[in-house]
């Protein structure tokens, strides 16, 4: 059937187009899409549908994430859980709802907010200052332009408006703060009294038929899951790109044709002196500041007037008072508008007339010129060759793709074609199961995965698609074995089984002799056996096991001493309670370290409760098929 699709692709378009259009002529598009939409909806947020393809990608792209983080100690199948994709449903979920609540609400951020976020940022700075062609560089390294950038961080800070006062108001009272202080620190003193389990392995007995039911009842847990030995190839663009070579004359059209691309635009460097004016001042206020900056502009223009002295003595901005105003090297778009015209239109050594701004007023003076310039082709010309050897690389392999593809779709019962046409070697794997081989960066990707397990690879045993597995790299696999899923026999896990129920039983005896101690223990005191004491406290175990700790701390202690037992991994450990007493007050750091995290905590349950407010506000619905869609994880 395959091979009839392959030869008459434009016979089988022609008859899909002819079952297709009937659907919309009966159903209309619209009822069509209404159909689609509902067909693949999980969640309703605000009327509005969390679809099953949204909700694909933001796992793809959460594991692609870990995958990048991890490298080879990526698991798909430790990551890929129910509980991970609940959370990233939910993820989304809370995204929409912060969104239509800004929108409600005509959340927006200003021009100023947007400025002062993005001159904050360490990457886009130069001697602590911002730089525009760091700005840009940065950008273009993401593949972002300023426009784009700054339109989605506009959003974002928009968006940050309705959590955000929720976190920055939170505060931990300072008298549950002591409590939690006092609870980490009470310290009490222990002696110990441990019944290992191994000290009873020798009583344990567990013949072949106690093997053999535990076998019998617990047969899911030695099923071993479906898996296939593979073969794969993989082209990437060192494979298809080597010796590439740039000549002097297209490095020297490259140059022209990109002039633009090398232009430095005019620099100004300034100094100011500004008479800061809060927002909201009342008009005399701002009118007495405007009378203060024409007095200094006066003294400014004034013959063999020292600028930088009266900046340092008067001017308001905390910034660049101490350099005697000065703002350094900045271009277009770097300050705000009646600055930048007014800076822009004064001669070197020139001193404005008082310009007024949403921060105040200033007095400018133009302390130097760069003109604009384009940078010569020595300067660039490295450059220059990297990029053209990256756009002929990206043509050769965008080419060598295309064949790679045709090769491994024509001849699709075999990898050697397209292995022999680039010289690729044919790789080879055992025991590859469906959330792939951990480990191993080809075979550990999700789409490798799943195109193994695909019917057309694994029962027609037919070369898989060609899988992108980053820019520029392309995968083919094919099945060479399937082998079912089967329950390991029993020979296989008899010795596991006995191992386990050993240890299981051994532990059994010795809680059983420990609870019997301990009754004993709270009838009759007895240090019998006991450890030398030790000292602990919630925040100081001093290694002894978190459970005993946990119990030590729950014990009741109007009676000492006090007596508690409970399991650790390997054995039952009585606790005897001996003393109880308040730690010195920490330092005054400590509690600011630990208010500080506790009040973090604080802060996302308090938008946690936010959250589940604004999900009965817009009314979110969770649809039958998100229940399916969680547990789908990799297995």
């Given at each position: 059937?395959?091979?009839?699709?392959?030869?008459?692709?434009?016979?089988?378009?022609?008859?899909?187009?002819?079952?297709?259009?009937?659907s919309?002529?009966?159903?209309?598009?619209q009822?069509?899409s209404?159909f689609?939409?509902?067909?693949?909806?999980?969640?309703?947020?605000?009327?509005?549908?969390?679809t099953?393809?949204e909700?694909?990608?933001?796992?793809?792209?959460?594991?692609?994430?870990?995958?990048?983080?991890?490298?080879?100690?990526?698991?798909?199948?430790?990551?890929?859980?129910?509980?991970?994709?609940?959370?990233?449903?939910?993820?989304i979920i809370?995204?929409?709802?912060?969104?239509?609540?800004?929108?409600?609400?005509?959340?927006?951020?200003?021009?100023?907010?947007?400025?002062?976020?993005?001159?904050?940022?360490?990457?886009?700075?130069e001697?602590?200052?911002?730089?525009?062609?760091?700005?840009?560089?940065?950008?273009?390294?993401?593949?972002?332009t300023?426009?784009m950038?700054e339109?989605?961080?506009?959003?974002?800070?928009?968006?940050?408006?309705?959590?955000?006062?929720?976190?920055?108001s939170?505060?931990?009272?300072e008298a549950?703060m002591?409590?939690?202080?006092?609870?980490?620190?009470?310290?009490?003193?222990?002696?110990?009294?441990?019944f290992?389990?191994?000290?009873?392995?020798a009583?344990?007995?567990?013949?072949?038929?106690?093997?053999?039911a535990?076998?019998?009842?617990?047969?899911?847990?030695?099923q071993?899951?479906e898996?296939?030995?593979?073969?794969?190839?993989?082209l990437?663009?060192?494979?298809?790109?080597p010796?590439?070579?740039v000549?002097?004359?297209d490095?020297?059209?490259?140059?022209?044709?990109?002039?633009?691309r090398?232009?430095?635009?005019?620099?100004?460097?300034?100094?100011?002196?500004?008479?800061?004016?809060?927002?909201?001042?009342?008009?005399?206020?701002?009118?007495?500041?405007r009378?203060?900056?024409?007095a200094?502009?006066?003294?400014?223009?004034?013959?063999?007037?020292d600028?930088?002295?009266?900046?340092?003595?008067?001017s308001?901005d905390?910034?660049?008072?101490?350099?005697?105003g000065?703002?350094?090297?900045?271009?277009?778009?770097?300050?705000?508008?009646?600055?930048?015209?007014?800076?822009?239109?004064?001669?070197?050594?020139?001193?404005?007339?008082?310009?007024?701004t949403?921060?105040?007023?200033?007095?400018?003076?133009l302390?130097g010129?760069?003109?604009?310039?384009v940078?010569?082709l020595?300067?660039?010309?490295?450059?220059?060759?990297?990029?053209?050897?990256?756009?002929?690389?990206?043509r050769?392999?965008?080419?060598?793709?295309?064949?790679?593809?045709?090769?491994?779709?024509?001849?699709?019962?075999?990898?050697?074609?397209?292995?022999?046409?680039?010289?690729?070697?044919?790789?080879?794997?055992?025991?590859?199961?469906?959330?792939?081989?951990?480990g191993?960066?080809?075979?550990?990707?999700?789409?490798?995965?799943?195109?193994?397990?695909?019917?057309?690879?694994?029962?027609e045993?037919?070369?898989?698609g060609?899988?992108?597995?980053?820019?520029?790299?392309?995968?083919?696999?094919?099945?060479?074995?399937?082998?079912?899923?089967?329950?390991?026999?029993?020979?296989?896990?008899?010795?596991t089984?006995?191992?386990?129920?050993t240890?299981?039983?051994?532990?059994?005896?010795?809680?059983?002799?420990?609870?019997?101690?301990?009754?004993?223990?709270?009838?009759?005191?007895?240090?019998?056996?006991?450890?030398a004491p030790v000292?602990?406290?919630?925040?100081?175990?001093?290694?002894?096991?978190?459970?005993?700790?946990d119990?030590?701390?729950?014990?009741?202690?109007?009676?000492?001493?006090?007596f508690?037992?409970t399991?650790?991994?390997?054995?039952?450990?009585?606790?005897?309670?001996?003393?109880?007493?308040?730690?010195?007050?920490?330092?005054a750091?400590?509690?600011?370290a630990?208010?500080?995290?506790?009040e973090?905590?604080?802060?996302?349950?308090?938008?946690?409760?936010?959250?589940?407010?604004?999900r009965?506000?817009?009314?979110?619905?969770?649809?039958?098929?998100?229940?399916?869609?969680?547990?789908s994880?990799?297995?």
């Amino acid at each position: 059937m395959f091979d009839l699709i392959r030869n008459h692709r434009r016979w089988m378009q022609f008859v899909l187009l002819l079952l297709i259009l009937p659907s919309f002529v009966f159903v209309g598009i619209q009822g069509y899409s209404n159909f689609m939409e509902r067909e693949s909806a999980l969640a309703k947020v605000a009327g509005e549908s969390v679809t099953q393809q949204e909700f694909d990608a933001a796992v793809r792209g959460r594991l692609d994430q870990l995958r990048s983080m991890m490298g080879a100690q990526f698991d798909p199948q430790l990551f890929d859980t129910p509980a991970m994709r609940k959370a990233v449903l939910d993820e989304i979920i809370n995204t929409r709802l912060i969104a239509a609540e800004a929108s409600k609400n005509y959340f927006s951020a200003s021009d100023d907010l947007l400025r002062t976020t993005i001159q904050a940022i360490p990457a886009v700075q130069e001697n602590g200052r911002f730089s525009n062609a760091r700005y840009r560089d940065a950008l273009a390294a993401q593949g972002m332009t300023p426009v784009m950038f700054e339109a989605q961080l506009r959003r974002d800070l928009a968006l940050q408006q309705v959590l955000g006062p929720v976190a920055q108001s939170a505060v931990v009272p300072e008298a549950v703060m002591d409590r939690l202080v006092a609870a980490a620190t009470e310290r009490r003193e222990i002696q110990m009294l441990r019944f290992a389990a191994a000290d009873y392995r020798a009583k344990v007995e567990v013949t072949d038929d106690d093997v053999k039911a535990y076998y019998e009842a617990n047969r899911s847990r030695f099923q071993l899951p479906e898996r296939v030995d593979a073969q794969y190839v993989v082209l990437d663009q060192n494979a298809v790109t080597p010796n590439i070579s740039v000549s002097d004359e297209d490095i020297k059209a490259y140059y022209e044709q990109n002039q633009a691309r090398y232009r430095q635009e005019e620099q100004r460097r300034a100094s100011h002196i500004l008479v800061a004016v809060e927002s909201g001042a009342s008009e005399a206020a701002r009118e007495e500041a405007r009378k203060k900056a024409q007095a200094l502009a006066e003294q400014a223009k004034a013959p063999n007037a020292d600028f930088a002295k009266l900046a340092r003595e008067n001017s308001q901005d905390p910034g660049s008072a101490g350099n005697g105003g000065d703002l350094d090297w900045f271009g277009r778009g770097m300050m705000v508008k009646p600055f930048e015209d007014a800076a822009f239109a004064l001669k070197e050594g020139e001193v404005s007339e008082v310009v007024p701004t949403d921060y105040g007023f200033h007095i400018i003076k133009l302390t130097g010129v760069r003109p604009a310039v384009v940078k010569p082709l020595a300067e660039v010309r490295n450059e220059i060759v990297e990029e053209i050897k990256q756009q002929q690389a990206a043509r050769r392999f965008a080419e060598a793709a295309e064949q790679f593809t045709n090769l491994v779709y024509e001849q699709s019962d075999t990898l050697e074609p397209a292995a022999q046409k680039f010289g690729l070697k044919i790789q080879e794997a055992q025991g590859i199961g469906r959330s792939g081989q951990p480990g191993n960066d080809v075979l550990g990707n999700p789409k490798v995965a799943q195109a193994l397990f695909s019917e057309e690879v694994l029962q027609e045993k037919r070369n898989s698609g060609v899988i992108e597995l980053a820019p520029n790299r392309l995968a083919a696999v094919r099945v060479t074995r399937h082998i079912p899923s089967t329950v390991q026999p029993l020979d296989e896990v008899a010795a596991t089984i006995r191992q386990q129920l050993t240890d299981e039983r051994a532990m059994g005896l010795a809680r059983e002799e420990g609870e019997k101690r301990l009754k004993a223990l709270r009838e009759q005191d007895s240090t019998q056996g006991f450890g030398a004491p030790v000292t602990v406290a919630r925040n100081a175990p001093q290694g002894v096991a978190p459970t005993v700790v946990d119990a030590v701390m729950k014990a009741p202690t109007d009676k000492l001493p006090a007596f508690v037992g409970t399991t650790t991994g390997d054995a039952y450990v009585i606790a005897r309670v001996l003393k109880v007493e308040a730690a010195p007050k920490p330092e005054a750091s400590v509690i600011a370290a630990e208010k500080s995290m506790m009040e973090r905590r604080w802060a996302q349950a308090e938008q946690l409760a936010v959250l589940q407010m604004l999900r009965e506000k817009y009314q979110v619905s969770v649809t039958a098929d998100a229940q399916g869609a969680s547990s789908s994880a990799a297995r």
